[in-house]
């Protein structure tokens, strides 16, 4: 017979763990990740935000500048690295992606109520041919979030043909800027070499491990774990009615990862990150700044984007939610309802994702 007091119940151990589990993520939210910075490269992603939002307010169309700077930002985070061949083409893939999930989820409100099943369809197909490689796995992500800010801009009384054109050209802007950086950077400042590119890789290898992947359950699980999430928050969404539910969606997407186990760790970030958000974007609408004043804030925010995304996930989650919210709002003033909206949408879309997009499948983790 066993002793009850030689070993602690089962509960207790499992408590245990789950608090170590608790602090580590917590202490991981929190951890800054020393991150070369590239003052040059951190201007020009403020400038690329700024500059189309200052040429609206100039031409008296700040909607059309806020959407240009929606384009910019798609295109921010890419032509970094290696030569002008692999940076314009990085561009142009990332343009093509943002562009046409953007293009889908403005005419998927055509198709109403079978826009949020069409948005569910594409995003499962994209997921499917972003396991092809890691270059196919970002551009099918980027495809998927900028379709459901698509869906969200389609609400405006703004044309959808205006909405694309002002977006395109924003991309088309940032772009040029960032590949102008670039021979400013490495041929008339002297700098001798880039950074280095990616090694090239074999379509026809990628395409054979793709299909070996396919033939099995696991080659489905990121699929099938991010479509259940979708389609729970869409259900939520309909039951909640709420103006810009479609942010439980974009939380579904931004959290759930092909990486199994980054999903703790990133829904712990993005919540607590949201939530100090909504607290610093409540700070500043009640300051009642200026639109120069916001059109600054918007610079500096884009400038420290990838510096935090790559430093502190949690910081970076935290500026993004007042920017989306700005931009997606195209120019008009936000409210603390809004903010507070956003929150609990977050929130929301933090236990999809833990509950069907993670417990649901823990028997079946695996590395991405």
């Known amino acids: ?130 396991g092809l490689r890691p270059s196919a796995a970002k551009a099918s992500t980027q495809a998927i979030v900028f379709m459901i800010i698509g869906a969200s801009l389609a609400s405006s009384a703004v044309p959808v043909e205006t909405l694309l054109w002002f977006f395109a050209a924003g991309a088309l802007g940032g772009s040029l800027l960032t590949l102008l950086v670039f021979g400013v950077e490495y041929h008339l400042l002297g700098k001798t070499a880039a950074e280095v590119a990616p090694a090239r890789r074999s379509w026809h290898k990628d395409l054979e491990a793709w299909r070996r992947r396919m033939a099995t359950l696991s080659g489905w699980q990121y699929t099938l774990r991010l479509a259940s999430c979708m389609i729970a928050a869409q259900v939520v969404a309909i039951l909640v009615r709420g103006p810009h539910s479609q942010w439980i969606l974009l939380t579904v997407v931004l959290v759930v990862q092909r990486d199994h186990r980054a999903g703790l760790a990133r829904t712990v970030q993005r919540g607590l990150g949201t939530a100090l958000g909504v607290l610093v974007g409540g700070l500043l609408l009640g300051a009642a700044l200026p639109i120069w004043a916001t059109v600054g804030i918007i610079c500096v925010v884009g400038a420290a984007r990838q510096y935090l995304k790559a430093a502190n996930y949690t910081a970076y989650a935290l500026v993004m939610t007042p920017l989306v919210a700005v931009l997606s709002g195209l120019g008009h003033q936000l409210s603390p309802s809004l903010l507070g909206e956003r929150l609990v949408d977050t929130t929301i879309g933090c236990l999809i994702s833990l509950v069907i997009g993670y417990a649901a499948w823990r028997g079946t983790r695996q590395a991405a």
């Open 1 to 130: 017979m066993t002793d009850p007091l030689a070993a602690p119940p089962r509960w207790r151990h499992h408590l245990k763990r789950a608090s170590s589990a608790g602090r580590d993520v917590i202490v991981d939210a929190t951890r800054w990740k020393r991150v070369e910075l590239n003052a040059v490269h951190v201007v020009t992603a403020g400038l690329s935000l700024g500059v189309p939002i200052v040429l609206g307010l100039v031409l008296g169309d700040i909607g059309a500048g806020m959407v240009a700077a929606l384009g910019a930002l798609l295109v921010s985070g890419s032509g970094h690295v290696g030569g002008l061949k692999y940076r314009s083409l990085e561009l142009l893939n990332t343009s093509l992606a943002g562009a046409c999930g953007a293009a889908a989820g403005m005419l998927s409100t055509v198709f109403q109520p079978w826009g949020g099943i069409l948005i569910v369809t594409l995003a499962a197909i994209a997921t499917i041919f972003g």
